[in-house]
């Protein structure tokens, strides 16, 4: 029986806490592969990833070049590329929900909104809940489509995501993702999913002041350069 035409690719920055329960959660039977992307780890990220049942791959730093080598990575037969965060905070419950438009032919792509969901108190910070929002608002003025969050969990067509010629490395990637979907005029759905605490580690977005600084800047870049331009 051929497996399913599934990659599950997740980029991984010292989460060795968290990285094992995430892999051991992979629901085996509705994927081929789940890929974690090593982006430079000092822990025992890899080696825990792979003890767990994942395929391990290097890539240099950058959340968006990590995205980007998985992406590369991922088995020829795979049709549908899924992409989540390797702390634990997204809920794997919801990938059937995420896969279902898609595989009917109804989406090209769908992104999970934790802004729609139920998020556990703590996840997210109130500047986060708040960039998502208007980020959304700001892409629905410059006509590039409407979303309520730049939430790591999605599912995208392959052949889809190769029209995007996606060029971004860093935190921008997830918008660059969404402004080009809406260039492109694929058809999207955004659905409510589910967010959870981190299980350990630091966020690399949220963890600091300055990694908080660096991460906004870089995604309102991201709005304006690829946002005002034209395909």
Known sequence: MMPPPISIIIPALNEAESIGHVVAGMPWHLIAECIIVDNGSTDATASIATQAG??????????????????????????ILVYMDGDGSDVIADLPRLLTPIQNDEADFVIGSRNRGTREPGSM????????????????????????????????????????????????????MQIKAAQHRLRILEIPVDYRRRIGGTSKVSGDLKASIRAGFRIFEVLFRVGFSRR
């Open 54 to 79: 994942a395929r391990v791959i290097t890539s240099p730093r950058g959340y968006g070049a990590a995205c980007l080598a998985g992406s590369n990575a991922a088995l020829p037969s795979s049709t």
């Open 125 to 176: 910070l109130a500047s986060q809940i708040f960039a998502g929002r208007l980020v959304g608002i700001l892409l629905r003025i410059l006509g590039k489509g409407f979303y309520t969050d730049m939430g790591p969990f999605r599912a995208i067509r392959r052949t889809s995501l190769e029209q995007l010629q996606m060029s971004e490395l860093t935190y921008g990637w997830n918008l660059e």
